[in-house]
Structure formats: structure tokens, C-alpha cells
């Protein structure tokens, strides 16, 4: 008998149908929700780490433009305000700074304070003369005195987009007088391709946007360059970049393309860099993973229904098979009387409680079975090496066991000896351990111990053991931990250790607070805190207040966003001694990639700074040398020219290089004049000697002019020399011009004082003649007197136009003449009355000797009409010697004394009406000088006044223009 039931009342076919029902629902429902939660989950993942590489690229960005500032500021730093009026200097800085070449690639130029530009590399630009005071970074540097990235245009001059920076120059008073302005041209190579030269993804890229004049900078699709930004309103998420917001979000561009897009600021120029990828790209994924989903949802449904429907028949086949069989036997003497069938279901079989028990019985039997499959996987499938053993034999390993102990299968360790897996060095005491377990239940603490794999290679492990039931004994089983990495890395932290305390750098740890937490030694024997004196305090505490606080700042900027911060600190020692400190700080990231502290590597390099700076200094100074405007400088070896410095080139008329190859004797007149000077030079500078010569050269143009040069050797002995020329030809022509008004301001001032002298004389002459035929003898006094007072005068202009030197006269010699004329004019040969002289050799001016000359002639005349009435002899001393012995430019005395009867009574009375002392008063004014009247034991009038010293009016001579040093 049949129990075949019609497919629609059949319970196995409709339980199909209601659980395939419930499970499409499920799944689908299921499988959509994911896809919208996957799509989320990724899109916010995918801006996040957007944004981080955005981050990344403005970070770089921020870099290379504050680099160029730097290199700019540099520059302008070292550029002379006085260059500024000689625009040719401030040409030559830009043309020979390989480092603003470099930087630039639509180089530079120098604006003056009006923003015109007054010097410019290349000069192919032609961006001299030009006005630039309409750009706002050159306004921003000239206005407010601070180096500023100017908008991305289109060049005056170059004719295609540019972005400019601006470094302000200034003078000694620290005011603004110009711009240094490097350009970067952004069709030719720059370094922003280099940043956008490679694609975001496989189709993004990125864009630099200017959000103050709406437009992009740069970008990897070369199409955006200086395109305008999208109107306000049109694109929400651009809006809300342009008003600072750093994220991301999505938008749709111009071609109607769907971008995830996220944007970071560049501080420095006041941009923000765009990462755009397709979203088609970024979510190809998710799709990929919607498509699977899907189709996994449908393979699901369609298995789900055929295991479904085969299960259950599968489930229900033995009542089925159970009722047809009670049906078939319910004659038979083994079975009851069968029940007869009142339903024509499966439920409504006879048997189905007797179905019920045995499906009880087969799910429990299923359970048990499900239960020790279970077991068997989760031991033969866990990561921990796990091994059962007993009386000194292994029953059973799992395949993490195989793996660790290097064996193919579990074959070929199951009945092997546990101790065969120990390293020799731990046999005994693993054996002695294996020997006391055994006590179901009992665990033994951890401890680490070396095994052996099958193929002998050593290698640690940590060992855990409880004890077990195994088929009814007792045994052990154990767990291996592979620990020999564990113990490498051990080792490796005490090498780090010990590396870290004899670290010739000093090596300081901080939390993410910037609390010490570690220095090594040599960080105290830098600074003289000891560990206990700075940890836990900040590194504040070396801080001299002589670093910028714009470093800290720069410093915990980089460190924020997880970068590496390398630059100088000026600290202060423990004994308040300040030094250079170079450091290196890095956040220390957990595997997380988190950071949880701070590592400083710190070097002193006081020592090794003011050695780089001494340096600088003078390679600055050879350099200005070199390059200097007035002296030529030329080496030259084997009569060829190897180098030559602008300024002989310029002295020579020729173009920068044109000389180099060039043989010298080309700028000599004659092959006989170079011939002869290199002959004369040749054994000065072999002996080591510097030679020295006034020649002539002929410039490129034919122009001859005269050269004042100096050469030596380089090195004492090769052949190669160098050669200092100094152009004297404006020197020797004044020279010559001068000699010749010499000559004739000599020939006319010797003239002057033949005659001056010939007419005192004839002067004196006249008076003599006078004195002759006057009978009055007051008459004939005055008379005498006025010829000595002459013939003082006269013989000035005498001794003037004997010596030929018209700026001073030997005083003490003219002083001699002077006494010893006015001395013999007024006394007989019979008198007793002795002239005395003592005159320190002196010179003075002119101006001066004729007052002296008169004062001694006056003040002997003086001696002899009135100091020895009613003597028989004395003496009349004259004395010129210095007032001050100890200084040698004092002031001196002119002295006359005699040894006659002394001043009269009436002395002062008498002064007033005298002629002769009030002559005496007005010549000491004119020496500006003091009179002083001595009364014993005879009289002395004593001048005492400030000699003029003669300065030499001495025109340059040949002698002394090559005499000159010339470097």
C-alpha cells in the first residue's frame, strides 16, 4: 500500500514553501540592509581616509611654499641696500643664486619700493621697468613688511599662469625698501606636479583652489588650471570650503560625474588642496559586493528551497516509510494491529506518536554526535598547539602541534616519546615533571622551556599542562606557545637598552603631555640635570627664551598630525650656560598606529654651528673678494687663461667667459712688452715672492689704459699664478696733469719771492740810505729798526726761494739768520755783549715764522738799546724748545733774555706808550699764543704758543700708485 500523497496536500511540500517564504524574506531583507549599511560604513571610511591623504598632500604643500619663502628671505637678507643704486649688483645676486634658480622656474626679480622691477632673472623676461604695485603680495611685503604667496594669474611678461611669492627687503633701520620676488610658472615643470603629478586612486586626482579670488591653482587634470571655481549656490559642499569647512562630502562636477571630495587648508598661502576620486571608483566595491550579495541571496534561496524540501522529505521519509511498513505488516505476528487511517495525511498516519519518539530519539542522537564533531573541530582547528600524553608516550596532537613541531601529519608524532621533543639542556627536568602529573584536574603554572622540531632546529616555547581523561586514563594535555620571537624581541629591547644608555646623543622620552618620562646618560652630562632633577617635569625647563616661540608652534603642529619634527633649539644648561641643541622628535605609534609617546634624539652642536658659521663668514668674504667691482682678478697657467672675475672683464671690455682660453698676451701692446715683463716676473715669483708692475693693456675696443699689477704663484711649486690688475689710468693721467701745474705754480711762486724779496731789500736800501743822511737820533733809531724788521720779512721770502718748499720753513734755521742779522746790524764789533742760541730744529708754516721772525727781531733790538746801559759786556740768549718735554705735538717756547739791568720801575707805565712792545703784544696774538715777562736776574720775554705742522700737499707720484695694494 502507497502513502504517495497529490503535491498540494502533501505537509512536506507545504512546509517548503512556508520556510522558503520566511527565508527569501530574511535573506533579501538582510542583504539589502547591508548593502545601505556597507555603503555608509564606506563612504564615510573612504572620506576619512581621503581626507588624511588630503591632509598629507596641504602638509607637503605647506612645505615646499614655506621652503621658497625661506630661501627667499635668505636672500633678500643678504641683498645691500646700497645695491639698489646699482641695479647691475643686484643683477649679478640673482643670476649667480643657484639656490633661487632652482626654487623658481620663472625666476626672479627685485622690485623697488614703488614696485618697480629693477633687476630680473632671466633676462629673457624682460620684467625690468615694469610695475607690479598692483599684486597683493607684493603690496602685503612692501605695506606690512612680511613675505606673502601672491594669486595664481596670468604673467605680465611670461605670458602664461604663474604664482609668485614675495619677500620683503630692508636696510639697516629695518625698513622696507624693496622685494625679492621668486615665480614659479605653471605650465613648465614645478613643483606642484610633482605633488599632483600622480592620480588619486586609478581616475581621482587633486585641485589647489584659491578661495579668495574663486579659482583653481593647480590640479592633476591640467584643464582646471586657473579655471574659475563653480558660482555661489551651485555646488554646496565647494561653498562650504570656501568658508573654511575641512572634510568631506559628495559632488557632482561638470561632466555631471559623481566625486567623493575632501578638502584641507594650506595655511601658509591661505588655500585648500581638493581630493576628488569617481565615486564609481570608490564605491566599485561595495557594488561588486551589492552583485555577490545578491547573487550569493539568490544561490541562497534556490539551495535554501532544495535543501528545504529535501530535508523534510528526507525528515518525514521514515513515518512515511514506518506507516507503509505498519500498513504492509499490520498482519503480521511481529507487530501490534495496525490503526486504521482516518486522515490522508502524514498527520493523520497512525503512527505518528511512535514517529514522535523516534524522532526524539534520532535528534538526541544527533545532538551527542553534533557535540563531539564540535569537540573534534574546535581542538584540531584551534591556533594553540595542543598535545595528549601519557606514560611518557603522545596520544594525540592537533594540526597546530603538527605545524609547530615540523611534522607532515599527526602520524608522525602520535606513539613517539615526549622526551624525544625536549632540547637536551631541559631533558631531566621535564622528564621529573612528567613523572609527578597525572591528576585529572590539576593545573600547572605556565614556564617556558626549548623543544625540538623533527628536523632538530631549536626553538622556544611556553608550556601549559592540566591534567585529563584520554579513552579513560589519565593523562596530560598541554599547550606550546611559539615564544622564540617573544624571546628575540626580548633580546632585542635590552640591545635597544643598552644602546640607548651609551648613546653618544641625547635621548629623551615624554607622554603625549610632554612629561619626561626618560633621558639617558648623556643627556645629563649635556645639560647637568640629573634623571631624578627632570622627570617628570617638561623640557620647558632648558628653555633660554633666545628659540622663537613660532618653532614650538611649528614643532606641536607637526607633531599633531603624526610627523616627524627635525629642527634647532637655543637651550639653557643647568649652570645657565646657553648652547645649540639640534634635535629630532618623533611620536612613538602603538600597532594601532596611535600615538602614546614621544621620542627626542638631541645633539650639541654649539661647536660644530660656530665652526659652519666661521666658515660661511669666510667663504662670504673670498667670495666678495672675488667678485669684487675694482680690482681684476685672473688665473692663469701654461699663458692661458683659466678664469678671470667680472671685474677684469668689465676693466678689459669683454662678456662674461670671453676671456677664459684666452692667452694674456693679447692685451699687451707688444709681444717685446709682454716678454719682458714675464721675463722680470718669472724669478720674483718662483723665489715666492709677489711682483709688481705699472703697464699698459689694450682693451677689446683698442682702448689703452694703464694697470697697476700684482702676481704669485698659487702654489710654491706648480706653474700656475694668479694676477691682481688695478686700473691707475684715470690716476696717472691726473698725475701727469698734476706735474705739469706743479711745475708751473713752482716756476710762479719762485718768482713771487725773488720779487717780494728783491723789493724789501730795495725797501731796506732806501731806509739805509735815509739813516745816512738823517742828523736825529731818534731818527735814525726808527730807521734802523724798521730795516730789521725788513730784513726779517725778506729773508722769509729768501729762505722760501732757496729751499723750493713753499708749505713750511725750518723755523730754528730762519730764527738763526733772523737773530744773527739783527744782532750785528746793532752792535759794534768792540762790544762785549755775547748772542747765545739754543734752537730745538723745528718746521712751521709761513704764517707763523714771519710773526716769530719779527717778535725776535724786535725783543733784540729791545735787549740791546736798553739792557746794558752802564755795563761793560753780558749776554743775549735766544731759546725755541718744545713747553712740554713729554709731549712731542705740545706746545713750544720762544724765549729772549738778557743778563743786563733789568725791567725799571716804571716798567708797566712805560709798556703802554712803547711801539716797539706794543708791537711785540699784537705778533704774540698773531701766534695765539701767551706772553710772559721775566724781571731776574736781567729780563726775559717768553712766548709760549701752538706750532702749526705743516701738512704735505704731495701729488700721487708713479712711485706711489704702484705702491698701492691692490688686494
Not at 520566511?22 to 539589502?32: C, D, E, P, Y
Not at 627664551?545 to 618653532?551: E, H, S
Not at 699664478?721 to 698734476?738: M, R
Request: charged residues 20%.
Amino acid at each position: 500500500m502507497s502513502l504517495d500523497l497529490p503535491f498540494g496536500r502533501s505537509l512536506n511540500t507545504r512546509i517548503t514553501l512556508v520556510t522558503l517564504l520566511i527565508f527569501i524574506t530574511g535573506i533579501w531583507s538582510l542583504a539589502l540592509f547591508n548593502s545601505r549599511m556597507l555603503r555608509a560604513d564606506l563612504e564615510e571610511l573612504l572620506g576619512e581616509q581621503q581626507l588624511s591623504t588630503a591632509a598629507i598632500v596641504a602638509t607637503e604643500i605647506n612645505q615646499e611654499l614655506g621652503d621658497r619663502i625661506a630661501v627667499l628671505e635668505q636672500i633678500a637678507s643678504t641683498i645691500p641696500p646700497g645695491f639698489f643704486q646699482r641695479p647691475a649688483e643686484l643683477q649679478r645676486i640673482l643670476e649667480t643664486n643657484t639656490v633661487a634658480l632652482s626654487a623658481f622656474n620663472g625666476g626672479t626679480f627685485i622690485t623697488q619700493h614703488e614696485g618697480t622691477a629693477v633687476a630680473s632673472v632671466p633676462l629673457s623676461a624682460r620684467r625690468v621697468g615694469v610695475n607690479y604695485i598692483e599684486r597683493d603680495h607684493i603690496i602685503t611685503a612692501l605695506k606690512q613688511g612680511r613675505s606673502a604667496v601672491g594669486e595664481a594669474v596670468i604673467g605680465k611678461m611670461l605670458g602664461g599662469p604663474v604664482v609668485s611669492i614675495a619677500a620683503p627687503i630692508r636696510n639697516a633701520q629695518d625698513q622696507v625698501i624693496g622685494t625679492l620676488v621668486g615665480v614659479t610658472l605653471l605650465t613648465k615643470e614645478n613643483f606642484f606636479d610633482t605633488i599632483f603629478g600622480h592620480r588619486y586612486g586609478k581616475t581621482g586626482g587633486y585641485q589647489l583652489v584659491d578661495p579668495v579670488h574663486r579659482r583653481f591653482v593647480a590640479a592633476t587634470d591640467k584643464r582646471f588650471l586657473l579655471a574659475p571655481l563653480p558660482e555661489a549656490g551651485r555646488d554646496p559642499l565647494y561653498d562650504r570650503f570656501n568658508n573654511g569647512f575641512e572634510g568631506s562630502g559628495l559632488t557632482i562636477d561638470s561632466r555631471g560625474i559623481e566625486n567623493l571630495t575632501s578638502a584641507r587648508r594650506v595655511s601658509v598661502a591661505n588655500w585648500y588642496i581638493v581630493a576628488l576620486l569617481p565615486t564609481e571608483e570608490a564605491f566599485a566595491p561595495i557594488r561588486q559586493l551589492e552583485e555577490h550579495a545578491l547573487l550569493a541571496a539568490a544561490m541562497l534561496t534556490l539551495l535554501a528551497g532544495v535543501l528545504t524540501w529535501w530535508i523534510l522529505r528526507r525528515q518525514l521519509a521514515p513515518l512515511r516509510n514506518t506507516a507503509s511498513t505498519l500498513a504492509s505488516l499490520r498482519d503480521a505476528k511481529e507487530f501490534p494491529k495496525a490503526l486504521e487511517v482516518d486522515r490522508h495525511d502524514e498527520i493523520g498516519m497512525v503512527i505518528r506518536g511512535f514517529n514522535r519518539l523516534l524522532e526524539v530519539l534520532r535528534e538526541r542522537e544527533k545532538a551527542q554526535s553534533e557535540s563531539e564533531e564540535r569537540l573534534n573541530t574546535l581542538v584540531s582547528w584551534a591556533p594553540v598547539a595542543m598535545a595528549v600524553h601519557a606514560k611518557g608516550k603522545v596520544l594525540f596532537v592537533n594540526p597546530a602541534a603538527v605545524q609547530l613541531l615540523g611534522a607532515k601529519s599527526p602520524s608522525d608524532l602520535v606513539g613517539r616519546s615526549i622526551i624525544d621533543f625536549f632540547h637536551p639542556d631541559y631533558r631531566s627536568i621535564a622528564l621529573a615533571r612528567a613523572q609527578s602529573s597525572g591528576v585529572v584536574g590539576e593545573e600547572s603554572p605556565a614556564v617556558e622551556e626549548r623543544f625540538l622540531r623533527l628536523d632538530g632546529t631549536p626553538f622556544d616555547v611556553q608550556v601549559q599542562r592540566i591534567g585529563i581523561l584520554y579513552n579513560g586514563e589519565p593523562a596530560s594535555q598541554i599547550a606550546m606557545y611559539d615564544i622564540t620571537e617573544r624571546k628575540a624581541s626580548e633580546k632585542k629591547l635590552r640591545q635597544l637598552s643598552r644602546i640607548t644608555e651609551q648613546a653618544q646623543i641625547a635621548i629623551v622620552i615624554t607622554n603625549l603631555d610632554g612629561v619626561i618620562e626618560y633621558v639617558n646618560p648623556k643627556f645629563s652630562a649635556v645639560t647637568g640635570f640629573s634623571a631624578d632633577q627632570v622627570l617628570g617635569k617638561n623640557p620647558r625647563i632648558l628653555q633660554s627664551g633666545q628659540t622663537p616661540a613660532a618653532i614650538y608652534e611649528q614643532l606641536w603642529e607637526t607633531l599633531r598630525v603624526g610627523n616627524v619634527w627635525r629642527g634647532e633649539f637655543r637651550n639653557r644648561k643647568k649652570n645657565g650656560d646657553t648652547f645649540i641643541e639640534q634635535a629630532v622628535i618623533a611620536p612613538i605609534l602603538d600597532t594601532d598606529g596611535v600615538p602614546t609617546h614621544y621620542v627626542a634624539l638631541k645633539e650639541d652642536i654649539t661647536v660644530r654651528k660656530h665652526n659652519q658659521q666661521r666658515l660661511e663668514r669666510l667663504l662670504q668674504e673670498q667670495r666678495m673678494m672675488l667678485e669684487n667691482d675694482l680690482i681684476g682678478i685672473v688665473r692663469i697657467a701654461d699663458e692661458t687663461i683659466l678664469w678671470a672675475n667680472p671685474a677684469l672683464e668689465s676693466m678689459l671690455g669683454y662678456h662674461h667667459g670671453e676671456l677664459v682660453g684666452v692667452s694674456p698676451r693679447t692685451h699687451f701692446l707688444s709681444d717685446a712688452e709682454y716678454t719682458a715683463m714675464f721675463s722680470a716676473a718669472d724669478p720674483v715669483l718662483i723665489s715666492g715672492d709677489v711682483y709688481r708692475q705699472l703697464t699698459q693693456y689694450r682693451r677689446k675696443d683698442g682702448q689703452h689704459i694703464w694697470v697697476d699689477v700684482s702676481g704669485a704663484l698659487l702654489h710654491a711649486h706648480g706653474k700656475e699664478s694668479i694676477w691682481t690688475c688695478l686700473d691707475v689710468t684715470q690716476g696717472v693721467h691726473a698725475e701727469a696733469a698734476l706735474q705739469a701745474s706743479l711745475r708751473e705754480k713752482t716756476a710762479l711762486l719762485n718768482e713771487v719771492h725773488h720779487r717780494v724779496k728783491n723789493n724789501l731789500q730795495v725797501i731796506t736800501s732806501l731806509l739805509r740810505l735815509e739813516d745816512g743822511r738823517a742828523r736825529n737820533a731818534n731818527t735814525r733809531g726808527v730807521l734802523l729798526e724798521m730795516q730789521g724788521r725788513i730784513r726779517s720779512m725778506a729773508l722769509v721770502h729768501e729762505t722760501l726761494y732757496r729751499s723750493g718748499t713753499f708749505s713750511s720753513i725750518d723755523l730754528h734755521l730762519y730764527l738763526q739768520q733772523v737773530a744773527t742779522g739783527a744782532f750785528r746790524a746793532q752792535v759794534h764789533g768792540s762790544s762785549a755783549v755775547r748772542l747765545a742760541l739754543e734752537l730745538t730744529p723745528t718746521r712751521t708754516s709761513m704764517d707763523q715764522a714771519t710773526p716769530c721772525g719779527l717778535l725776535v727781531n724786535e725783543l733784540i733790538s729791545n735787549c740791546l738799546k736798553h739792557a746794558f746801559i752802564g755795563l761793560s759786556g753780558g749776554e743775549v740768549r735766544v731759546c725755541l724748545q718744545p713747553a712740554d718735554d713729554t709731549a712731542a705735538k705740545g706746545p713750544w717756547r720762544l724765549s729772549v733774555s738778557d743778563t743786563g739791568v733789568g725791567l725799571p720801575t716804571d716798567f708797566e707805565q712805560r709798556r703802554k706808550d712803547s711801539l716797539g712792545l706794543q708791537l711785540v703784544a699784537d705778533l704774540v696774538r698773531q701766534l695765539g699764543g701767551s706772553l710772559e715777562i721775566g724781571h731776574s736776574p736781567g729780563t726775559t720775554f717768553a712766548v709760549t704758543f701752538q706750532i702749526d705742522q705743516p701738512k704735505a700737499r704731495r701729488l700721487p707720484s708713479h712711485s706711489r700708485l704702484t705702491s698701492q695694494k691692490c688686494l
